[in-house]
């Protein structure tokens, strides 16, 4: 099993940035594809980016594309979303979350739910 603790949300300005970094615990880290989910307030959570288990294939919902990048690194247990050209839709409690077959479908079954980070993008 893993778990996660997110952490790096925040206040910022539209245009800003920030760098959100995911940390694992468990022994099996790198077999499981890692994702990024958000969930805004009245909205249903979405998911935002995902990385294969060696870090070779990304994914991204559409409204990030060109402004979130998602990387990993296996060896420190961590997977890190750094999201430049913040704007207000971007508000929501971010989380991570594992898939063990790793195929990054956002509609398919992800475990081992962090408790989310903050992120406010506000003028």
């Known amino acids: 099993q893993l778990q996660f603790v997110e952490s790096g949300g925040g206040l910022v300005q539209p245009g800003g940035s920030l760098r959100l970094s995911c940390a694992a615990s468990?022994?099996?880290?790198?077999?499981?594809?890692i994702a990024w989910f958000r969930q805004a307030p009245g909205k249903e959570r979405e998911g935002v980016s995902c990385?294969?288990?060696?870090?070779?294939?990304?994914y991204y919902e559409d409204s990030v594309k060109g402004r979130f990048t998602i990387s990993r690194d296996n060896a420190k247990n961590m997977v890190f979303l750094q999201m430049n050209s913040l704007k207000p839709e971007d508000t929501a409690v971010y989380f991570c979350?594992?898939?063990?077959?790793?195929?990054?479908?956002?509609?398919?079954?992800?475990?081992?739910w962090g408790q989310g980070t903050q992120v406010t993008v506000s003028s």
């Open positions: 990385i294969s288990t060696l870090g070779r294939s990304t």
């Open positions: 979350a594992a898939d063990p077959l790793n195929t990054c479908k956002f509609d398919g079954k992800w475990y081992y």
């Open positions: 468990g022994p099996t880290f790198n077999g499981y594809a």
